[in-house]
């Protein structure tokens, strides 16, 4: 079982080096960039999960240790789809890094935690995302956009279907 293990765990990316900073196993960093796994079922809405520095580590093998409340819906999720994706965020932007369950355990502590071994199989760069030359002029044009197109009164279920193009 455990040679089966390593050669599963193998690193399949590399990750960049603000990630590495970021999920270095730190339980003293400051709390200023924000992490959180999204889980979904083919059957429920996704499920987001913050995590704290205690939570979630990086190994130098390019996998991800990560701890669960064992009775929360998202270890559930886990442990029956085996699949998550990461949300790394910091500053501007951030990553995105969808992940396979490749092993998961009871841990051995005082609360009751599961833990689960992530093996990185997709990353998206946030951060390189192009930002608009004037923030306040794209958010007007896309709120203008929204409310011409669901006008207010438009209960999603009542109204009528709307095809094609946009008019202008």
Known sequence: MENNLLKQSQRSMTL??????????DAQRDGSDAIQIA??????????TSLSGDEIMLGE??????ALWSASTCCATLLATRRATLILSE???????????????????HQPLSG????PVELFDRRTARRPQDPGRQADEIRRALFEAFPVGDDGENAPLRGGAPTR
């Open 61 to 66: 093998d390019g996998m991800f240790r990560l």
């Open 116 to 119: 689960f071994l992530l093996k």
């Open 16 to 25: 960049p080096k603000g990630i590495w900073h970021l999920l270095a196993g």
């Open 91 to 109: 500053g501007d932007g951030g990553w995105e890094i969808q992940c396979r369950v490749v092993a998961n355990a009871s841990l051995l502590t």
């Open 39 to 48: 889980a979904a079922s083919a059957l429920n809405w996704p499920e987001f």
